[in-house]
């Protein structure tokens, strides 16, 4: 028990709280709900139902003292007029029809003009849009009997059925008006009954009886009318059905075929997304690899500069400034390489919303043809049942009117009236055939010209498409490029600068060297001369005679070496001072080059941008004038067009008349020689006639006289109103040619404009893309230039201060030779010879160290060169080898792009082709039928019972005949359906090599990103070991 208590608490729980949230979601759709005098006054939002790139249709659901109404609106849509309908479909295919009851309201809306007009509804109607799903609506203009359909969109059906559900939700139904609704629930159509049939409708006059069937026999004398009739609509029937199964394959073919394109269009655009995964993730890992490069650089730093405050020496310092350069270097070029990446993967972002914008137009163009081509199906199939039912009424009341005239004759004149009224009865079937023909072939041309204007459109708007789609492909592939041209600048200028600063470098560590050397001779000089003046005092315990004498020598030969050391001195200071100017010498001129040089790349960058946007404005002005030639001659094309259309309209509707004018000429001559013949046997009557029955010949000849001269008229009335009908239908038909040749006109006009437009676009945008390339490429070699002089600058400092540096440091040297030589001039000469000879190891020893340390480092140098252009390469080939695969991507899905295109538009004009010959061929076989069957009506009647035989025989013939045309349909059927399916497994296999192909060159990028991402990380990590 406690558990059923609990249970039914959750549930009320869970019921309220559904209500809760119902009641809130319907608070975003009700706009109004009051009750006002006993009367629930409810009103929905406003719900899209179609919404279209320059039209839309809407509507309101209101509760008010006219009942349950529905206010619609059409915004730069068509106009809803006082009876017009508005139907409504369902998934289940169920039509509904609603009329509008007012005259309806006009307004403007930022310049696009808004119809508003109320539809009566009731509270059935609101529990169907509850119940159903509404798929497709219908504005059927009955004054003009035009049909126009839309398609709802899903989310807009959901909208609507929400909308609808609160609204029957909310209305208190013992408090609305109750107001019948102006319509109901449409009946599928039934099969046409033929024009000849003689069991047709009865007169409006009489109520409709139900007749029993006729009954099956094996004699065919025993057939009567219905029976043949009944024979007829059965092989009918097998026709439509046949040719129903035949539409039912081609419209599977058409959706197969539909499905393939969408997956080909899926698929491309799944290819666009994993290429921006592809960059995302690469933008990605770079950041990643950014921020574990920052924190290398932190823990560099701080160990930098923990060296620095440990660093003793001045060519510790010079160290670590090298590696400063080389870390901010390598910074500069890991920015730059961040940067491009984050500017590709933004211009391939824009390319994938640009190429969605364009399918998301591309597929509303094709939403529009498809309502187009439905509504000029829909408007044709009822012009053509209109004509019909015109038809069939047309002939019943010749046929009641010749019964009529049947009634009326007397016994006398029974064979003569008789005669006529089935000649009337004939001419006028006849008549009215000929004039239903006509109106279903102008009805069928009306629809041609409809699909034909809807064809024009979506081939314009798929035009369009392919442009937008190529511009964006250029644009986007013109940023890349861009993108890498200033990675590149920024990677040239980040190595200039490292070059420059390596080169800085050293040449300080050659200054430190030297000063190091210098100091550690100065040092052994002082130490060779204190330990000769510790030998002399050694020695000075010999005897005077001894040290005078030795005194004596060594002062001579102090005095020599004096001398000729300060000869040496002298000759080693010119030399110095030679070599320091040539050295400033050396590094002017050198510095003086390199600025020429860097200047002259720099012109020469300059020139090349020049030339670049010259090019690229010399084929924006060729594009531009391409696409005015181009749309001037579609104008042109189209003007001609129209006028070809108005002169062929005069031409036929002059010939429309002409032949109208003659054919009723050729009536009235008709009729008057069958009047006058009627009148010469009268007289021939009188003449032969014997005096006792003359009177009663006399009465008789003129009864038969005038039923003849009524039969001449009437049958002469029915031909010229066949003959007017002719002209109005050929009228009618001119008529609509030229409008829709001035539609097209105007459409094609439009059309041309707005492609004009859209290429002039592409055209700017591609040229404002090379201006900011060539402006990328003038920074950049400006950049270089500056960095190139400004590292020129700094070397020529550098060596200059070296140089001079050189000349201090000699001539301290050399001052400190002199002032050794001073005090070693009273040493011995073994000491000097000693010294000498340490002096000359020291030296030999410190220039091969130098030597080995220059070469070591000239080999260190050579390899991070050799490993920077080796990755450069690398790098270059693979972008290279992506940029080619892309673009051969690219052409092949063009290619492909084309090629479905193209195999779409065949597909649909043979489907058009064969629609409107079955059309034509069901029509003719229509009034083939309705003609054969009228003539064997007319002879079974007419004729004797001997003709039954040969009956038999044309009715095996005919059952033989139906027979075959039934089993070669079928078999044609089963061929066009098996080619079809063949048709749509080529498809299906062209498009799955396709997608392996896309799948494999993904793979291949994929495989060439790896690639790259592993040598730019052996060319960091050989840095790293160089470094």
């Known amino acids: 028990m406690k558990c059923k208590l609990t249970f039914l608490a959750i549930a009320l729980c869970w019921t309220c709280a559904q209500q809760i949230s119902y009641a809130q979601n319907c608070s975003t759709f009700i706009s109004d709900d009051r009750i006002i005098g006993g009367t629930h006054m409810l009103r929905t939002n406003t719900v899209t139902l179609v919404l279209r790139g320059n039209y839309s249709y809407g509507l309101e659901l209101v509760s008010s003292e006219k009942g349950i109404t529905a206010r619609m609106f059409s915004k730069g849509g068509v106009e809803f007029n006082q009876d017009d309908e508005l139907i409504f479909m369902d998934s289940n295919m169920v039509r509904r029809s609603y009329r509008f009851i007012e005259m309806g309201e006009m307004g403007s809306d930022k310049g696009t003009p808004m119809h508003h007009n109320i539809v009566q509804l009731d509270v059935a109607a609101i529990q169907w849009f509850v119940s159903s799903d509404i798929t497709t609506i219908y504005i059927k203009n009955n004054t003009s009997n035009e049909i126009r359909k839309f398609a709802v969109n899903d989310n807009r059906r959901v909208e ?18 109750q107001v019948e609704a102006s319509g109901g629930e449409i009946a599928p159509a039934t099969g046409n009954r033929p024009i000849s049939s003689t069991s047709g409708a009865l007169p409006k006059s009489q109520p409709a009886q139900k007749q029993a069937q006729p009954q099956k026999v094996a004699d065919i004398s025993q057939l009567n009318d219905e029976e043949l009739a009944a024979l007829r609509k059965e092989v009918s029937e097998i026709k439509a059905k046949l040719r129903q199964e035949i539409a039912d394959e081609r419209t599977k073919a058409d959706q197969i075929k539909r499905q393939i394109q969408d997956e080909v269009a899926l698929s491309r655009e799944t290819a666009a997304q994993q290429k921006k995964s592809y960059a995302d993730e690469v933008l990605e890992a770079r950041k990643k690899s950014q921020e574990e490069i920052d924190q290398a650089r932190k823990a560099m730093a701080d160990a930098l500069a923990e060296a620095k405050t440990k660093a003793g020496s001045e060519l510790e310092l010079i160290n670590k400034n090298v590696a400063e350069a080389r870390q901010k270097a390598a910074e500069e070029v890991q920015k730059a390489q961040m940067t491009s990446a984050q500017e590709i993967a933004a211009s391939r972002e824009r390319a994938a919303a640009e190429l969605k914008a364009a399918k998301e137009k591309l597929d509303l163009a094709k939403l529009e043809y498809a309502d187009e081509v439905a509504s000029a199906r829909e408007n044709s199939m009822n012009e053509i049942k209109r004509i019909r039912e015109e038809s069939i009424a047309a002939i019943q009341q010749a046929r009641e009117q010749a019964k009529l005239e049947q009634n009326k004759t007397v016994d006398e004149v029974v064979g003569v009236k008789k005669t006529a009224a089935e000649q009337i009865l004939q001419t006028q079937e006849a008549t009215a055939q000929e004039v239903a023909r006509i109106r279903e072939n102008g009805a069928l041309e009306k629809e041609k010209i409809a699909v034909d204007l809807a064809e024009s459109r979506r081939k314009i708007a798929e035009e369009k498409t392919r442009l937008l789609e190529s511009n964006a492909a250029e644009v986007a592939q013109i940023r890349e490029n861009l993108a890498r041209e200033k ?17 800085v470098s050293l040449t300080q560590q050659q200054v430190a060297t030297e000063k190091q050397r210098a100091a550690q001779e100065t040092d052994a000089t002082r130490q060779q001369s204190a330990a000769e003046v510790a030998a002399a005092r050694e020695k000075a315990a010999l005897t005077i005679q001894e040290i005078n004498k030795q005194e004596a020598d060594k002062v001579a030969e102090a005095r020599q070496r004096a001398e000729q050391e300060k000869q040496a001195i002298g000759q080693e200071v010119v030399t110095a001072k030679e070599l320091a100017a040539r050295e400033i010498t050396r590094i002017q001129t050198e510095l003086t080059a390199a600025i020429a040089a860097a200047k002259a790349k720099e012109e020469e960058v300059q020139k090349a941008s020049a030339l670049e946007v010259a090019a690229a404005r010399t084929r924006a002005q060729e594009e531009v004038k391409k696409a005015s030639e181009m749309a001037a001659a579609q104008v042109a094309e189209a003007n001609k067009n129209a006028s070809a259309a108005k002169d062929q309209y005069v031409t036929e509707v002059a010939s429309t008349q002409k032949t109208a004018t003659d054919r009723i000429k050729q009536i009235q001559e008709e009729a008057a020689k069958a009047i006058q013949d ?23 000849a003129q009864e038969i006289t005038a039923a003849r001269e009524n039969t001449a008229r009437e049958i002469a009335k029915a031909k010229e109103a066949e003959a007017l009908a002719q002209q109005a239908a050929a009228n009618q038909v001119s008529e609509a040619k030229r409008q829709s ?25 591609r040229q404002t893309a090379a201006n900011e390339v060539a402006a990328a490429k003038e920074r950049a070699a400006a950049e270089i230039a500056s960095a190139n002089q400004q590292a020129a600058n700094e070397v020529k400092t550098a060596r200059e201060n070296a140089a001079k540096e050189k000349e201090a440091q000699a001539l301290a040297v050399l001052k400190a030779r002199e002032d050794a030589a001073a005090v070693i001039a009273k040493t011995r000469e073994t000491s000097a010879a000693e010294v000498a000879a340490a002096q000359k190891a020291a030296s030999d020893e410190i220039t091969r160290a130098r030597t080995e340390a220059e070469s070591r480092k000239a080999a260190f140098v050579k390899e991070v060169a050799d490993a920077d252009a080796l990755a450069k390469k690398e790098i270059a080939d693979t972008r290279t080898k992506a940029a080619e695969e892309v673009r051969v991507a690219r052409e092949a899905s063009a290619t492909q792009k084309t090629q479905y295109a193209k195999e779409a538009e065949d597909a649909r004009k043979l489907s058009q082709t064969e629609i409107t010959a079955a059309r034509k061929e069901a029509a003719d076989a229509v009034y083939q039928a309705r003609q054969q ?5 007319t002879k079974v009647k007419e004729e004797t019972a001997a003709l039954i035989t040969e009956e038999r025989g044309k009715v095996d013939v005919a059952r033989k005949q139906f027979g075959e045309e039934v089993a070669q349909a079928r078999k044609d059927a089963d061929a066009k359906i098996l080619e079809e399916q063949k048709r749509a497994e080529t498809v299906r296999q062209q498009i799955a090599a396709e997608t392996k192909k896309l799948t494999d060159l993904q793979a291949q990028i994929k495989a060439a990103e790896d690639n790259l991402r592993r040598l730019q990380a052996e060319a960091e990590k050989k840095k790293g070991s160089n470094n």
């Open 160 to 177: 609507f059925k929400i909308a609808a559900t609160c609204f029957n939700e909310r209305l208190d139904k013992n408090k609305i008006v």
């Open 487 to 503: 990675e590149a600048a920024a990677t040239e200028v980040a190595n200039a600068r490292k070059r420059a600063s390596e080169e």
């Open 678 to 700: 009627a009148k010469a046997k009268e007289s021939e009557i009188k003449n032969a006639t014997a005096t006792e029955v003359v009177a009663a010949r006399e009465r008789a």
């Open 741 to 765: 040749a001035e539609i097209i006109n105007q459409i094609q006009q439009q059309e041309a404009e707005s492609v004009r437009l859209a290429r002039e676009k592409g055209a700017a945008e």
């Open 933 to 937: 069957s009228t003539q064997q009506i």
